[in-house]
């Protein structure tokens, strides 16, 4: 009787050092997700900053300290996102790729995916872009990110110079997608190769009656406005191309080359003294470049 007792008590104990035990890795997996929690929020805020470095290093810091948290997954992709934005791409292929075999069903999977296509794009591999855009159509991605490899997929296509699959894609991306802008530039130009004036022509005016919302946006609109003009140019519309030259604005990178051009469409138009307004600018914020040479050549004309 002895015996059985003692056997008895120790069954209990054995039980309950268990039962403790137990209670014991839950609350101390339960801290350790909170605080993976937030290391992970102010991960996120220095990612959302444009900080990425930062981002990068206290990802990595994350990972070491709890293997086991709940939104691993979505640390890797980040992780992935950060090293590709300080151009370190074989480092973020690597992070992506780990996420697509390790996280079958993340829910981040179809941006790992989107991460691969852009890393393809920018080493030129078009064809492996243009399969990633076609595994990302069959992930069930959001219309956000199908939209997003839907563009640098029709930029393959333009680089392979096969247009009609170019002008297919880049049709269907949505008006509120984040490459719209970008995508209608690469349409225009596709329609441009295939000598579709008229499409090209509405196209790039599709792209001026834009709202300004965002600089990069302001940069493919004055972009759109040069090359437009510069096409009524070629087609002798010197008053159209000068339209559009007077549009650009600035602070553009290309600001001095819309003024030259304005200039000479104001010269084929006989309009040489207000041609003097433009030409003299130039002058006044490139005085050394080769363009102010030119400048004082039409200048000379002009006078």
Not at 228 to 253: C, D, M, P, R, W
Request: proline share 1%.
């Amino acid at each position: 009787m002895k015996k059985t007792i003692n056997i008895t008590t120790l069954i209990l104990c054995l039980f309950w050092i268990s039962s403790f035990s137990q209670s014991f890795d839950r609350e101390s997996e339960h801290r350790l997700e909170k605080t993976s929690d937030q290391l992970f929020y102010e991960a996120k805020s220095l990612y959302n900053e444009a900080k990425y470095w930062e981002c990068a290093r206290d990802l990595v810091i994350l990972l070491d300290f709890y293997s086991g948290y709940s939104k691993l997954d979505q640390v890797i992709y980040i992780l992935g996102d950060c090293l590709y934005e300080i151009d370190l791409k074989k480092a973020a292929s690597k992070i992506y790729k780990h996420l697509v075999k390790k996280y079958i069903n993340s829910p981040h999977l179809p941006n790992a995916l989107l991460g691969l296509q852009r890393i393809e794009y920018d080493i030129n591999n078009y064809l492996k872009c243009i399969e990633f855009y076609k595994v990302i159509r069959r992930a069930h991605a959001s219309s956000e990110i199908l939209d997003i490899a839907r563009y640098y997929a029709g930029l393959s296509y333009s680089k392979m110079n096969n247009y009609e699959s170019a002008v297919e894609l880049l049709n269907q991306m949505s008006e509120n997608g984040l490459y719209y802008d970008y995508g209608l530039y690469t349409l225009a130009t596709c329609y441009m190769r295939q000598r579709q004036v008229r499409q090209a022509l509405d196209t790039f005016h599709k792209i001026t009656s834009l709202n300004i919302t965002t600089q990069s946006r302001r940069k493919v609109v004055d972009e759109t406005h040069l090359t437009l003009g510069y096409i009524y140019y070629e087609l002798g519309y010197f008053g159209e191309a000068l339209e559009q030259f007077k549009q650009v604005s600035t602070n553009h990178e290309q600001y001095s080359q819309a003024l030259i051009a304005a200039g000479w469409s104001l010269v084929k138009l006989q309009r040489y003294k207000d041609a003097l307004e433009p030409l003299t600018a130039i002058l006044a914020i490139a005085p050394n470049s080769e363009i102010a040479e030119e400048s004082m050549f039409l200048l000379g004309r002009c006078y």
